[in-house]
């Protein structure tokens, strides 16, 4: 069996023109795996499955590279995790609270910054229910006593800190959690995760809390009086407030109380494939009314179109363009939340878990076992960057929709000056 800790060679430098500090690290070995800790058999960050590049032309290529090297790059929504080989093992493994970090993959993904949404609900160590305080904390704490050990990855606390990572050849990670639930009603406990280095909450996680009513509930009640002060003090805070999990109702009323621009960091448009996942034209365009952007989702079977049913980039980028043309370009961008494993097989897992099937897609769907060209989140950007450039979009564009956009919507959201 493998783990996180096992040593690899260290990988050539520089991938698309980006110096790198990357130098071989593997998650927690600085430990004896097996004795301070269980070993796992994790999946290969790089080439795990024949995931084949969006086609390009030698000077197609080499402009893909530049725009790569140039940036910022910048994800706005992932979970740069490795799972274990078996995703059966998901729960064990999580149980543990030593989630591997894809180093390696990373190294090779292009990017400059990455949203790091940790183990989301499944960081599951003292219930099975998921979004416990403890349970959090614990992952937080244990991904920031990982990074202390290695070079590569800089937590990004300030806006500064993008470019200062940048300077030094290092990958920015922002922390992220996708639900407020974990501060259960204590407000102060919004406090202790900014202190903590979280820059990123979601107000819902699918199903409600004590702010508001999450996507897959049957009534949506809106954001409630304790979730009005929540907003409030993670604008106070500077904490940029992400509704992709939320209802629409809850997301609109997000948008007016929030004194700030607010993300949809990884979602689609209803209007292109009509699930409760996706969002409609009035929440995209309250979203971009106030500053804020959306970033387009690439997990297993969401993003697909009526005349494109087999998830792949084309299907993805559908969402994209929609949403360009809707709100105009300024107010897009990526946010594929990939993971390096075995994603569909995650889905499974956790629907066998929490005793719920996935949704019924809204129209006859051909299955895939992970979505070409996005399946993890060393290979996502360059195949996006590959098919912009492919069809016809500017230098300018790009660079917006990869990282500029991000980097405005996060300098105002951050900031006590940047609200509307």
Same mark, same amino acid.
């Given at each position: ?56 032309? $030698? *000077?197609? @290529?080499?402009?893909?590279? !530049? =725009? ?7 994800? #706005?929504? /992932? ?39 940790? $183990? *989301?609900? @499944?960081?599951?160590?003292? !219930? =099975? ?7 959090? #904390?614990? /992952? ?39 639900? $407020? ?240």
């Amino acid at each position: 069996m493998t783990s996180s800790s096992s040593p690899v060679p260290a990988p050539n430098l520089g991938g698309y023109g980006k110096a790198r500090a990357y130098n071989g690290y593997r998650s927690y070995q600085y430990l004896v795996a097996g004795d301070d800790y269980r070993v796992f058999e994790l999946a290969a960050e790089l080439d795990r499955v024949p995931s084949a590049a969006v086609s390009t032309s $030698a *000077d197609q @290529e080499a402009r893909v590279r !530049s =725009l790569l090297a140039g940036g910022p790059v910048i994800s #706005l929504h /992932d979970h740069p995790s490795v799972m274990p080989t078996n995703i059966d093992e998901l729960f064990e493994y999580r149980r543990h609270g030593r989630d591997a970090t894809g180093y390696l993959g990373l190294s090779r993904s292009g990017l400059d910054a990455i949203f790091d949404n940790l $183990a *989301d609900g @499944e960081g599951q160590i003292t !219930s =099975l229910c998921g979004w416990k305080w403890d349970d959090t #904390l614990v /992952d937080l704490g244990m991904r920031l006593c990982d990074f202390a050990h290695q070079d590569f990855i800089t937590v990004i606390r300030r806006f500064e800190d993008f470019e200062a990572a940048r300077a030094r050849g290092q990958l920015g990670v922002v922390l992220a959690i996708e639900s $407020a639930a974990p501060i259960e009603n204590e407000l102060d406990r919004l406090d202790i995760l900014y202190g903590f280095g979280i820059r990123s909450i979601g107000v819902t996680y699918s199903e409600a809390n004590l702010l508001g009513s999450g996507l897959s509930e049957p009534t949506d009640g809106g954001l409630t009086t304790f979730g009005r002060r929540a907003v409030k003090r993670m604008n106070q805070l500077g904490i940029l407030i992400d509704c992709s999990h939320a209802g629409d109702r809850t997301t609109l009323d997000v948008v007016e109380a929030s004194s700030t621009p607010v993300s949809i960091s990884h979602a689609g448009a209803r209007s292109i494939w009509p699930t409760a996942r996706m969002k409609p034209d009035d929440v995209i365009r309250a979203c971009a009314e106030s500053g804020g952007v959306i970033g387009i989702e690439a997990a297993p079977h969401t993003t697909l179109s009526r005349s494109d049913r087999r998830h792949s980039v084309d299907s993805y980028m559908a969402h994209f363009e929609y949403c360009a043309e809707l709100v105009g370009i300024d107010h897009v961008a990526f946010g594929p939340d990939t993971l390096f494993g075995d994603h569909v097989g995650l889905h499974r897992v956790m629907s066998e878990r929490f005793g719920a099937q996935l949704a019924e897609p809204p129209f006859p769907v051909d299955r895939v076992p992970w979505v070409e060209g996005l399946e993890n989140p060393g290979e996502t950007f360059p195949n996006i960057v590959r098919w912009l450039v492919v069809h016809g979009y500017s230098d300018n564009d790009i660079g917006q929709v990869i990282g500029g956009n991000v980097l405005r919507l996060v300098e105002r959201a951050w900031s006590p000056s940047g609200g509307r």
